[in-house]
């Protein structure tokens, strides 16, 4: 079984450029988050979707910004690139949230750069 | 606002030592706790995931416990070996916040042979 994917592995962009970045969910998954992992500062928080609503959002600017397709696909973009938006960016998925909380499964990230 | 620590940062063994990572959250409330494994560069690999009314959970050499009401997680890891040289996350899921994960900082580790 195909496990969390990301596209690209790598983007290099400039500042004040956006960036798209991409993830699809485990097969039967509808939950997907965000994570970011900058040097220094750990994994944080970003985003989180399920049946295709945002549920939770973490502490980033609204140039944080992103969305679920009908196929549990999730797209997070990011406008206006700063600097110290260079990073690590993890996608998780899970299964739907049961009021439980749900094991969630990490893919290899995207890492990217802003010159 | 949940927050997760982790001790110690790094650690250093030979092979074959057993070994004992250590988690604490300010907030009890939690759905679930989840440790992960982080190759350098690379994404998380979940080791284990321990319900909120559980106490442990164990897979192979790795053993979690989870005692909730004073924010205290575990990781043991028996026989240690090379291929366990990586930062272990811990995580929690809950607290003020459903859903999302809070991170703790890591322990690097380093098994020499």
């Known amino acids: 079984e195909a496990g969390v994917t990301q596209s690209p592995t790598h983007l290099i962009k400039t500042r004040g450029q956006q960036a798209t970045l991409r993830c699809s969910p485990i097969?039967?998954?509808?939950?997907v988050y965000w994570y970011q992992q900058a040097l220094g500062l750990g994994l944080q928080f970003l985003l989180w979707?399920?049946?295709?609503?945002?549920?939770n959002r973490g502490n980033f600017p609204p140039r944080f910004s992103g969305r679920q397709f009908p196929n549990y696909s999730s797209e997070l973009n990011v406008n206006a690139l700063e600097l110290e938006d260079s990073a690590l960016y993890l996608c998780a998925s899970s299964l739907s949230w049961t009021g439980l909380g749900n094991e969630q499964f990490f893919g290899p990230g995207t890492r990217l750069t802003v010159l | 606002k949940q927050e997760v620590t982790q001790i110690p940062a790094a650690l250093s063994v030979p092979e074959g030592e057993n070994l004992v990572l250590n988690c604490s959250f300010t907030?009890?409330?939690?759905?679930?706790l989840q440790w992960f494994r982080q190759d350098p560069g690379k994404g998380l690999t979940s080791l284990l995931l321990?319900?909120?009314?559980?106490r442990e959970q164990t897979s192979g050499r790795l053993n979690a416990s989870l005692d909730k009401s004073s924010g205290r997680s575990t990781l043991y890891i028996a026989a240690s070996q090379p291929g366990d040289s990586a930062t272990y996350l811990c995580a929690v899921n809950g607290g003020t916040s459903y859903g999302k994960l809070t991170f703790g900082q890591g322990t690097i580790l380093t098994v020499h042979p």
């Open positions: 097969s039967g998954h509808t939950s």
């Open positions: 321990i319900q909120s009314s559980q």
């Open positions: 979707y399920d049946e295709g609503e945002e549920r």
């Open positions: 907030d009890s409330a939690i759905y679930n």
